[in-house]
Nanobody
Framework: QVQLVESGGGLAQAGGSLRLSCIPS????????MSWFRQAPGKEREFVAG????????HYPSSLKDRVTISRDKDKSTADLQMNNLKPGDTAVYYC???????????????????WGQGTQVTVSS
C-alpha cells in the first residue's frame, strides 16, 4: 500500500516562503500524477498544484499560479511545493495526493486521487 509523507510545514510570516516535500513509500507511484491540496478549518479541500511524474507537466489554479511552484524528482517519484509571498489566507493543512495518470481524471477533484498523505500544517502569521 502506497503511503505519502509530507514534510516542510510550519510557521511562517506573511511575505515569506515555505517548501513542502512529499515522499512516497510502500509502493511505486512512477508514472502517477502527484498534487498538493490544502484545507483550512471549515472549508473544502482546495487544489493547489499538480504535476505529472512522467512528463513534468504542471497544473495550477489561476488564484495561486503566481505564488506556487510544484516540481518533481522523476527518479525518486517525489514532489515539492514551493510557496512564496505567503499570506495569512494560506494557513491550512497541506496534503500530498497521488493518482494514476488518466485523461478522464481531474487535476483538481480530490475524489479522483488514489492516495493521500496525513497532511502538514502551514500557519502564516501577519
Amino acid at each position: 500500500q502506497v503511503q505519502l509523507v509530507e514534510s516542510g510545514g510550519g510557521l511562517a510570516q506573511a511575505g515569506g516562503s515555505l517548501r513542502l516535500s512529499c515522499i512516497p513509500s510502500g509502493g511505486s507511484v512512477a508514472g502517477y500524477v502527484m498534487s498538493w491540496f490544502r484545507q483550512a478549518p471549515g472549508k473544502e479541500r482546495e487544489f493547489v498544484a499538480g504535476i505529472s511524474l512522467t512528463t513534468g507537466a504542471t497544473h495550477y489554479p489561476s488564484s495561486l499560479k503566481d505564488r506556487v511552484t510544484i516540481s518533481r524528482d522523476k527518479d525518486k517519484s517525489t514532489a515539492d511545493l514551493q510557496m512564496n509571498n505567503l499570506k495569512p489566507g494560506d494557513t491550512a493543512v497541506y496534503y500530498c495526493a497521488a493518482r494514476r495518470f488518466s485523461y478522464a481524471r481531474s487535476w483538481s477533484d480530490p475524489d479522483d486521487y488514489d492516495y493521500w498523505g496525513q497532511g502538514t500544517q502551514v500557519t502564516v502569521s501577519s
